[in-house]
């Protein structure tokens, strides 16, 4: 369960089952209504109704007031919860929201990361989640290069001159596996960089 909802007053609730957006901003909590549409909804349109607008993309979260849908850039959709007798009773999470991510984004590098052993040139990296790979060099000679290649036919190469630095990056899915082949380079450094999501 996210430790947020334990913020939620709901002793003047009405028993039932109500959809919770998060502010990105203030980090509080509303309950409402959601509608994940394409078209805006005509039925219940009350004050705390929300409609994820799914006509374009991104997906943009709206509330209707005072007879207006009003556009939200800072609300997140993060899970439902019932409510019996002013108590949370049942909290499902949004499955396409980790740990206040959208969906969107949660595929996005985030500041997470581990440094890994660079071993010899073709060697093999498996992901440990779903993430990136990265790897920065200098050339050591002319015409120093590094190759990055997946299962899933994903490629990403560079090359430099002499001296000058080298830099690739590549997105996996947890598990799959990565070959790096290299040739005159130096003072490499291999990191892998976890998906926003994880």
Do not use: H
Not at 10 to 24: E, F, I, Q, R
């Amino acid at each position: 369960m996210y430790s947020d909802y334990a913020t939620l007053d709901c002793s003047s609730v009405a028993d039932g089952t109500y959809n919770v957006m998060k502010s990105y901003y203030t980090g509080a909590l509303s309950l409402g209504t959601l509608y994940t549409q394409k078209t805006a909804p005509t039925n219940e349109l009350l004050d705390n109704v929300y409609w994820l607008d799914c006509s374009e993309y991104p997906f943009v979260l709206k509330q209707y007031i005072d007879g207006v849908w009003m556009e939200y850039n800072d609300l997140v959709y993060i899970g439902d919860v019932t409510i019996n007798s002013g108590v949370i009773t049942k909290v499902e999470n949004n499955p396409f929201n980790w740990n206040g991510i959208t969906g969107s984004s949660a595929s996005m590098p985030s500041n997470r990361y581990i440094n890994l052993a660079l071993g010899a040139s073709y060697a093999n990296y498996t992901a440990p989640a779903d993430g990136w790979f990265s790897i920065n060099a200098d050339a050591s000679a002319n015409n120093g290069q590094i190759y990055m290649g997946c299962v899933n036919q994903l490629r990403m190469s560079c090359s430099a001159p002499s001296q000058y630095g080298l830099a690739c990056s590549i997105p996996v899915k947890r598990g799959e596996q990565l070959t790096i082949i290299y040739d005159n380079i130096q003072n490499a450094n291999l990191i892998f960089v976890y998906a926003q999501g994880n």
